[in-house]
């Protein structure tokens, strides 16, 4: 049964490589056939990209100059906030004015390698096994025929 499966996923692989080439070979043809399309659609999508942020650019030195978050229809200035927070400092003060913001998080690696220590008869935690399955790369390499 096993040796069955495993000589018909081999049968399938091989057709996978040859439908491959295939692919590949009428995907290069694609490629040169369309070469004019893509190149434009390439060169198209630059421009758009370019001209955005040229808009983008063009809507932030309206509203720096004259503070108008909505210079054109079709753009809008969000302002968004942006924390500058010096992590060494606001530790300490939230240590000692609001611990609740420290709240920490289980080392769970650390705390797998000390359970499968067996140190802490007490520690809860189990640690099961699983069985997994793994394949050989190249079947044909190992059918017997």
Request: hydrophobic residues 40%; glycine residues 4%; charged residues 35%.
């Amino acid at each position: 049964m096993l040796d069955n499966l495993i000589r018909q996923v081999y049968e399938q692989e091989q057709a996978l490589v040859e439908a491959k080439a295939a692919y590949d070979e009428r995907y290069l043809q694609w490629l040169e056939e369309n070469a004019e399309v893509i190149e434009r659609k390439a060169f198209l999508e630059q421009a758009v990209k370019m001209g955005r942020e040229e808009i983008k650019a063009e809507t932030l030195r309206i509203y720096t100059e004259t503070g108008n978050k909505k210079p054109h229809p079709a753009t809008t200035i969000a302002i968004h906030k942006i924390f500058v927070i010096d992590e060494d400092k606001a530790v300490e003060w939230a240590d000692a004015h609001a611990p609740v913001l420290l709240m920490k998080k289980l080392n769970t690696k650390l705390y797998e390698k000390v359970l499968q220590d067996g140190d802490f008869k007490d520690m809860p935690g189990e640690i099961t096994e699983e069985a997994r399955v793994r394949l050989a790369s190249d079947f044909g390499k190992l059918l017997e025929d």
